[in-house]
């Protein structure tokens, strides 16, 4: 008897990190052992985007996923989701390489907040100006 095969990918954006277990199912998605729908509570264009590459492929309802999500915010989460999910499905069937990256889901989006730098209020904010 054959195991399920199990693939496994890792998505990034700003400071949020995605890890996914990918397997063939039902399409069972959960985040930190929770329903997707349950983790993601800012509607249901969140959850479309965190799961927009199964969208593209044709694959909504084959496979199972199982993300383990921590750091940053929920849009941050939702695109490390995206990212990971993206991958993960690369590592299932090659074929599926040329319409995730077309749709620009393969590219690690990698602008972070600028750092704030001394002397200043906020990374660019500096003093008020005054001639008197």
């Known amino acids: 008897m054959a195991k399920n095969k199990e693939y496994w990918a890792v998505g990034r954006r700003k400071t949020s990190v995605a890890r996914v277990k ?4 039902t399409g ?5 052992k929770l329903d997707i729908k349950d983790y993601i509570k800012l509607g249901d ?17 084959k496979f199972d996923a199982s993300f383990n999500v921590k750091g940053g915010g929920v849009t941050g989460q939702v695109q490390a989701i995206r ?3 993206a991958r993960a499905l690369v590592k299932v069937s090659a074929d599926s390489k040329s319409p ?17 730098k001394y002397g200043l209020h906020k990374a660019r904010r500096g003093t008020q100006f005054s001639k008197r």
């Open 100 to 116: 995730l990256k077309k749709a620009g889901f393969l590219t690690r989006d990698s602008r972070m907040v600028e750092r704030k």
């Open 83 to 85: 990212h990971a999910l």
């Open 22 to 25: 990918l397997s063939e199912g």
């Open 45 to 61: 264009a969140k959850v479309q985007v965190a799961l927009s590459p199964l969208g593209t492929i044709n694959a909504v309802g």
């Open 28 to 32: 069972k998605i959960t985040v930190n």
